[in-house]
Nanobody
Framework: VQLVESGGGLVQAGGSLRLSCAAS????????MGWFRQAPGKEREFVAA????????SYTDSVKGRFTISRDNTKKTVYLQMSSLKPEDTAVYYC????????????????WGQGTLVTVSS
């Protein structure tokens, strides 16, 4: 399985960006796609996740109401729409695929993309 992210960049505070993550290769019929981020000097943290079959979603509290995760089954692509961005959202964003286990735990994700940098200026 390969995951390729795109859509990062520089945006002013209050602006929006949409990240995409395209999956290729064989996957099971039941898995979770997640977005994580890692700011300089900090640990990687959970941002959002979506169950591929049911579409149910989960978010970390700091992005609720501002970020939306969605999927396109035909394109095997997961999106992260980010709005009302804040400087503290600056980080490298990673998408990942989880075959089993809770969606918020980093170690449950088996496959990772290379990351895309999001920079929010104040």
């Amino acid at each position: 399985v390969q995951l390729v992210e795109s859509g990062g960049g520089l945006v002013q505070a209050g602006g929006s960006l949409r990240l995409s993550c395209a999956a290729s290769g064989r996957t099971s019929s039941s898995y979770t796609m997640g977005w994580f981020r890692q700011a300089p000097g900090k640990e990687r943290e959970f941002v959002a996740a979506i169950d591929w079959s049911s579409g149910s979603t989960s978010y970390t509290d700091s992005v609720k109401g501002r970020f939306t995760i969605s999927r396109d089954n035909t394109k095997k692509t997961v999106y992260l729409q980010m709005s009302s961005l804040k400087p503290e959202d600056t980080a490298v964003y990673y998408c990942a695929l989880n075959l089993a286990g809770g969606p918020r735990i980093t170690s449950h994700y088996r496959y990772w993309g290379q990351g895309t940098l999001v920079t929010v200026s104040s």
